[in-house]
């Protein structure tokens, strides 16, 4: 099928190599050059395991544009607006991207029927608010109505950042809402090939094991998008509920990551996003859980349990500085060292990273702050020059004469570390491992005083280990 993706960036492009990879024919446009010329130099503007590879076997069914006009919209079958959805202050979503691309896309419908897709996460109603822009925009280009050429669909989208690829080619459901019969006809034709699971996978990308046809859901369009924000804030409140916990099983002694295992073992609760730590961040939790709670609000509906686990995860953020806090007693004055900026593994994207929040809440309490992260430090370095952190190209030059190191994001390569080595660098041997992700024996073997989340550390066994690190005060 000829399809436009309008908007490459992590789900336009993830969605359009996918499309391509399956044997479509795809073109991806933006309205960033300097994205599309790195594209068509077969390099991916962002870092997304597989994608690079997934590019170049699927070069022949790509294209790539900022042009609409020479985007082949009036071919297309179905044509994606994958455009970001940010929010402005008061938590609503800024709707400007897709309002123009809405446009941009009515101007250049042809003869053919299409069917318009939309994947960015947008409040409810958008469906019906795209299709007017649409007819709008094609009637002011050329004197008459466009009729019933073009029908609405919404697709939201459940990947993953850092397992973007994996989650499209395999994912858990496929959810299409529309009110109009042809649009779930095309869209079930273009996702057949992942739907039956009858496609080759890539070698770097293994089918799961076990993993067969995959269930769709077709609704209406308010319900369709209604799942995307439901699900996002479900997971949301999934971790800040553990989160919650983990500060209770703290102070009577507890230790959470066996908590997490007694109850997630229950199959009604389930184990996964029960990993108690600094809590969740990125593009979508923050600004979903946000427009859900705006949206409830234009019906005069509180969401309390949504609000609740917002407070919950951003406290967290203090928190950990807090904890830093109790143990240091000073923070004036002091070398702080955070492992990871990224606000998860395997991705370079800093959107709501809890990592900038803590650093600046140092900064602010007067500490030094000195950061590295294994991918994320280019757009770190471009993005937040401003933050007051002084970013490092490696874990040595960060850790050096540190006084405290705080693990922020769960990167494979921390696990490796060699805390021997990295030990002898730093001023104090303190690590708040803020993710319960290192090996707590292998680093106070290692002489480091070792904290984690939900684990008590106040322990007497603790306070005396303490006793026996030099502070450096
Ligand atoms: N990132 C995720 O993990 C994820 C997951 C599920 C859903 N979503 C949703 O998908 C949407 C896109 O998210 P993203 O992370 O891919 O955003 P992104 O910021 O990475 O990409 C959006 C792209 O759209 C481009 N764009 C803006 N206006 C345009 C226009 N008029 N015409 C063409 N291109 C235009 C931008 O230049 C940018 O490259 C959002 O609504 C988001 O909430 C994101």
Not at 204 to 214: D, H, I, N, Q, W
Not at 220 to 241: C, G, T
Not at 443 to 465: F, K, N, T
Request: charged fraction near 25%.
């Amino acid at each position: 099928m000829k399809v436009v993706i309008v908007g490459t960036g992590y789900v336009g492009l993830t969605t359009g190599v996918a499309l391509a990879y399956l044997g479509h024919q795809v073109t991806c446009l933006d309205v960033l050059p300097e994205k599309i010329d790195s594209l068509k130099a077969g390099k991916s503007p962002i870092y997304e395991p597989g994608l690079e590879e997934l590019l170049a076997q699927a070069e022949k069914n790509l294209e790539f544009t900022v042009q609409y006009e020479a985007a082949g919209i009036q071919a297309a079958e179905v044509i994606f607006i994958s455009v970001g959805t940010p929010q402005f202050a008061d938590g609503t979503p800024d709707l400007r991207y897709v309002r123009e691309a809405a446009e941009s896309i009515g101007r250049h419908l042809g003869d053919r029927f299409a069917v318009i897709v939309n994947k960015s996460t947008v409040p409810i109603g958008s469906g019906n608010w795209v299709g007017s822009l649409v007819r709008e925009a094609y009637r002011s280009k050329n004197g008459q109505k466009i009729d019933d050429r073009f029908a609405i669909a919404s697709n939201p989208e459940f990947l993953r950042e850092g397992s973007a690829l994996h989650d499209t080619l395999y994912p858990d459901r496929i959810v299409i809402g529309s009110a109009d019969p042809r649009a779930l006809n095309v869209l079930t034709t273009l996702y057949r090939p992942i739907l039956n699971q009858d496609f080759p996978a890539p070698e770097f990308l293994p089918r799961p094991e076990g993993y067969s046809a995959v269930p769709m859901v077709t609704t209406d369009q308010a319900s369709a998008e209604l799942i995307k924000y439901a699900a996002n804030a479900f997971l949301a409140l999934k971790i800040s509920y553990i989160n919650e916990i983990a500060q209770l099983a703290e102070k009577v002694g507890a230790d959470i990551t066996q908590i997490a295992k007694g109850i997630g073992l229950d199959a009604r609760i389930g184990a996964r996003f029960l990993k108690a730590g600094i809590g969740w961040g990125g593009s979508c939790f923050g600004k979903d859980t946000a427009a859900l709670i705006s949206t409830a609000g234009e019906y005069r509906l509180e969401m309390p349990i949504v609000s609740a686990a917002r407070a919950v995860n951003y406290r967290q953020r203090v928190w950990v500085v807090d904890k830093l806090l109790g143990q240091l007693k000073i923070l004036k004055g002091r070398t702080i060292a955070l492992l990871g900026l990224a606000f998860k593994e395997n991705t370079d994207d800093l959107r709501d990273a809890p990592a900038l929040d803590i650093a600046r809440e140092l900064v602010q309490r007067g500490a030094r702050v000195k950061a590295h992260d294994p991918v994320a430090l280019e757009n770190a370095r471009q993005y937040h020059a401003g933050a007051g952190i002084e970013y490092c190209d490696t874990v040595e030059e960060a850790v050096a004469e540190a006084e405290a190191v705080i693990l922020i994001t769960e990167w494979p390569d921390y696990r490796k570390l060699d805390w021997e080595v990295l030990s002898r660098l730093m001023k104090t041997p303190l690590v708040l491992d803020g993710r319960n992700f290192l090996a707590q024996e292998q680093l106070e073997s290692a002489g480091l005083h070792y904290l984690g989340v939900g684990r008590s550390d106040g322990q007497p066994a603790m306070v005396g280990r303490l006793a026996a690190v030099p502070l450096g005060e």
